[in-house]
């Protein structure tokens, strides 16, 4: 059990690090020396998962993905394609739609660190209303996220459904009600304080609105149906998209641009996690203490709520989350929908706010926000959702 109570130190070690403003890497990096040595690791065992953490082909794909995006998002900020295109928008939507859901349709997209993807963007219409960087942060994360429950789309919602009989669209009816209340309650939580002015916009014919928002638009249309139309890697879509906002914008583009996109510290970041989560995988066995409380007698219910929350929350991964915790749970457990609801839906709020889940750590490094105050942002849409759950238990 000494290497569950690492795991649960370096966690503690990593939110606190993060809330004095320590880079992201290296309170990975420290995190993972902790599980190391508690999980008692030889020096050559701890060299060899470090090696394979920072040169796996899943981390050198991300740094990849990630530089790419951020050549994307500077390249449309940079050459004012973004803010025509949010313009565009404005003619469909007010300003908190837009940043509503310029998220949750880039969320619908099962891509690793996705929500770095919608970040530029809203934090530009948030700048434009005026928001803190902590309301931007807990906007871009919340609606990236609520897609979770009910896109058939989503890798752990479809492992749910094949490591079980119960349908992926027999999960999604059940669940959707806790999407739509998380997305209700976070729209009045995080806009509520502000007040913003109509803004004056030019007339435009309908013809106009539709071309400038195709334009505007088509480098992320690119980057995201080519890998979907050709099974190709997000790598491809990236970089056919950065070309097309080149071509788009040839007069205002400067090769400068590409070494400006590259942030070092993202890159760190990126690695640190990826160490993190090898130490992890390497180290602690999850069967141990799922194995005590087996033993210890605990209710169904609990056992379904507790274990996979906890896999969950120490992955930072839905997928990992159910691939863990279900065949665990499974052999013990009549595998009705409701049950199944609860364990899905567990893993997924435990991933939600787990201090290493991909997209939290990054965004909130993006916006250079503290994670304890995210957490109070996004806690009014996190309990509600789980009081939906609890709900919907009841009444089924």
Known sequence: MLSIAGVLIAFSLIIWLLSKKVNLGHAMFLGSIIVA???KLS???????????????????????VTLIGVLAQLMEKTDLLTEMIESYSYIFNQKLIAVFIPSVIGALPIPGGAIMSAPLVKSIGDDMGLNDRKKMAINFLYRHIWGFVFPMIPGLILAA??????????????????????????????????????????????????????????????FTVPLLFDVSLIIGLVIGSLTVIGLKYNKFRWSL???????????????????????????????LTDLLLGLGMPTIALVTIIPALVGY???????????????????????????????????????????????????????????QVYYDLFWPTVTGIATLFLLVIIH
């Open 37 to 39: 040595i508690t999980s």
């Open 162 to 223: 094949q490591l079980t009989s119960v349908n992926v669209f027999t999960l999604i009816k059940l669940q959707f009600p806790i999407s739509v209340v998380m997305g209700l309650v976070g729209y009045y939580s995080l806009f509520k304080d502000n007040k913003f002015e109509k803004q004056k916009k030019e007339p435009k014919s309908i013809i106009r609105i539709c071309y400038q928002l195709f334009i505007t638009t088509l480098p992320l249309l690119v980057t």
């Open 314 to 372: 120490v992955t930072g991964s839905i997928t990992a989350g159910v691939g863990i915790s279900f065949p665990l749970l499974l052999p013990v457990i009549n595998q009705g929908p409701i049950l199944i609801m609860i364990m899905y839906s567990a893993v997924f709020f435990g991933y939600f706010v787990s201090p290493v889940h991909f997209c939290l750590i990054l965004t909130n490094d993006y916006f250079g926000t503290k994670i304890k």
């Open 43 to 65: 020096i050559q065992k701890t060299i060899k998962v470090f090696i394979r953490g920072i040169s796996s082909e899943e981390t050198l794909e991300l740094i990849i993905i």
């Open 258 to 288: 590409l070494l400006e996109s590259f942030d070092y510290k993202l890159t760190i970041s990126v690695v640190g996690i990826m160490v993190f989560k090898e130490f992890i995988n390497s180290g602690p066995d999850l069967k141990l």
